[in-house]
């Protein structure tokens, strides 16, 4: 009886948190609602038990699968198109997370936890590694939560500012003669790979029935990896296991949202549970680091971002954004709002968002 009503304390205050944070648009509702709501009730004495190592499985494979379900054979088509910025990302991700390692375990306790508070993979991503490594996860989210709010309220206004500038050349170009070039670029080179006829490929009409025996695949590959200790298992094998399922076949089809949101919700509740008094503590003393950290990232956003702009003559907006550590949803938020080449925004994020997940829990053993 006690456990029922621990759950159902513990279900109600995530509600409620995903609910005050979502009113107030706050970003990434669904994780930092929980955590903060639980956390502060755990701070202040609350004494609920911590999730399960089955459950943090449970919820491993679910993100596994969502990730899983971004990979198709059109994404890898569409990446041969972009094969040089997605070098670029690549190699400046690894580069950055290894810099931002070393630089972060001056103020954390030890290598794991610094590792994946650096690299720029997601707060649900990277807070799932985290439980499997025993990392301090209180420390890793709020790393990738102040990250994550820094990106995405810094980047949309200088994106703005960008934009403004963009409209403004663009309105010297029309007034000049024939042959003018912009920023050093013909205007027809200056927008993203095939921005005027790149779209997005209808997502397949699959029933429930077919799309069903996809997940199995995804879910066996992860409880595989899992069995074998493979280092983020969960992750790596529903991912990779679905991913080559839907190259093989050509499958594309949505991941369940509701479904996505309910490990979110569970992602967010397992990090507010192991909230205390001493976390807060270290927190606070680390605060001024969290943030120079994330102001670090932002510049360094900048200088990839431009030079991404320099190798492709895409326009800076598309470069900026696609560079942007801020995650791949809202990132693509931005990309809408801002009228940029969204397709090949969604590319650059979802190759940085494979590198991270692919190779830091190979790395991890070694740091930790």
């Not at 979502?22 to 709501?37: C, E, L, V």
């Not at 969502?66 to 198709?72: H, K, P, Q, W």
């Not at 980047?155 to 960008?162: F, G, N, T």
């Not at 490929?201 to 695949?217: D, E, K, N």
Request: hydrophobic share 55%; proline share 5%; net charge neutral.
């Amino acid at each position: 009886m006690l456990f029922l009503l621990d759950l159902g304390l513990m279900i109600g205050l995530a509600v409620a948190g995903y609910g005050l944070f979502r009113k107030i648009n706050f970003p990434a509702p669904s994780i930092m609602g929980p955590m903060m709501i639980l956390g502060i009730y755990q701070v202040l004495g609350g004494g609920l038990p911590e999730f399960s190592l089955t459950i943090v499985n449970i919820l491993q494979i679910v993100i596994g699968l969502s990730l899983g379900a971004r990979i198709n054979d059109q994404k890898l088509a569409d990446l041969g198109k972009v094969l040089r910025p997605s070098l670029v990302i690549a190699v400046w991700t690894l580069l950055s997370t290894f810099g931002m390692t070393f630089i972060i375990h001056q103020f954390t306790p030890n290598m794991a936890t610094a590792l994946f508070a650096a690299a720029p993979g997601g707060i649900s991503e990277m807070t799932v590694l985290a439980l499997v490594y025993d990392a301090a996860v209180p420390i890793v989210s709020t790393y990738q939560f102040v990250r994550l709010v820094v990106i995405i309220s810094v980047v949309p206004l200088i994106a703005r500012w960008l934009q403004g500038r963009q409209k403004s050349k663009d309105l010297a170009v029309d007034q000049a003669p024939a042959g003018a070039v912009l920023g050093g670029a013909d205007l027809e080179d200056s927008q993203g790979p095939e921005s005027k006829t790149a779209q997005e490929q209808p997502v397949s009409a699959l029933t429930t029935w077919q799309i069903l025996p996809l997940y199995l695949i995804g879910t066996l590959g992860g409880l595989l990896l899992l069995a074998l200790n493979f280092p983020g298992g969960g992750v790596i094998g529903a991912m990779a296991a679905l991913a080559i399922t839907n190259v093989l076949f050509k499958k594309q089809y949505k991941f369940p949202n509701s479904v996505m949101q309910i490990a979110l919700l569970g992602i967010g509740m397992s990090i507010g549970l192991e909230f205390s008094p001493e976390i807060v503590r270290t927190i606070r003393e680390m605060l001024l680091p969290i943030v120079g950290f994330s102001l670090l990232i932002v510049l360094s956003n900048l200088a990839v971002g431009w030079y991404i702009r320099h190798l492709t003559h895409w326009d800076m907006i598309t470069c900026l954004l696609s560079s942007a550590p801020g995650g791949l949803n809202q990132m693509l938020v931005v990309a809408e709002e801002m009228k940029a080449d969204s397709l090949t925004i969604s590319i650059l994020q979802l190759v940085r968002l494979l590198i991270i997940i692919i190779c830091i829990p190979l790395l991890a053993p070694f740091f930790v």
